[in-house]
Structures are given as structure tokens and as C-alpha cells.
Nanobody
Framework: QVQLVESGGGLVQPGGSLRLSCTASGIILSAYTMHWYRQGPEQQRELIANIFSDGHSNYADSVKGRFTISRDDAKNTMYLQMNNLEAEDTAVYYC?????????WGQGAQVTVSS
């Protein structure tokens, strides 16, 4: 079964850090361009970072310098390290790739930044 499974969300205070994980099964994650999206309350889903098969990465301006996308090929897992979190980062975070010409999504991980 081809799927992406996320973990690592939670509640954190402003200025804190969290790391999200996205573990793939049924596909070799490193062969695909992988994405992290997020969707805040009453907002559209937003692409915030991606990592290409060669390891190159891109970031949205809203997270650049604070978030880092990475990949552990031995674990077939992608990560999103989130530092210096702000209230505006509160959202459900999704990992994504295009597999067999269709979008493949993780189940989502809630991140809440609040004091």
C-alpha cells in the first residue's frame, strides 16, 4: 500500500521548535519531489517547502530561515524542522508528492503555537 504517514505535531509556545516527520511506504521517497504544505484556520492550503530528488530545497518566504526540510533515505522519511515558531504558524501540516500522476497526501499533523 502506497501511503505517507506524518508524526510530530503538537502544542508549542512562541519561539519554540518542533520537528515533523513524513514516512513513506510503497514508494522510494528519494525518487520523488516531496512537499510540505500547511493549512491554517479559514485559510487555503499553502506550499511552504519542497525537496527534490537531488536534495535541493526551496522555501516559501513565510518560513525561510526558520524551517528546514530534509530527508533520511535510509529511513525513507522526510522531516520539517521548525524553529522560532510564531502564532501564525498554527496550522495542519501535510506532506505530499505526486505519485502515478495523482496527489498523494499524508493524514495531516496539527501544529498549534500558543502561550
Amino acid at each position: 500500500q502506497v501511503q505517507l504517514v506524518e508524526s510530530g505535531g503538537g502544542l508549542v509556545q512562541p519561539g519554540g521548535s518542533l520537528r515533523l516527520s513524513c514516512t513513506a511506504s510503497g514508494i522510494i521517497l528519494s525518487a520523488y519531489t516531496m512537499h510540505w504544505y500547511r493549512q491554517g484556520p479559514e485559510q487555503q492550503r499553502e506550499l511552504i517547502a519542497n525537496i527534490f530528488s537531488d536534495g535541493h530545497s526551496n522555501y516559501a518566504d513565510s518560513v525561510k530561515g526558520r524551517f528546514t526540510i530534509s530527508r533520511d533515505d535510509a529511513k525513507n522519511t522526510m522531516y520539517l524542522q521548525m524553529n522560532n515558531l510564531e502564532a501564525e504558524d498554527t496550522a495542519v501540516y501535510y506532506c505530499n508528492t505526486v505519485w502515478n500522476s495523482r496527489d498523494l497526501w499524508g493524514q495531516g499533523a496539527q501544529v498549534t503555537v500558543s502561550s
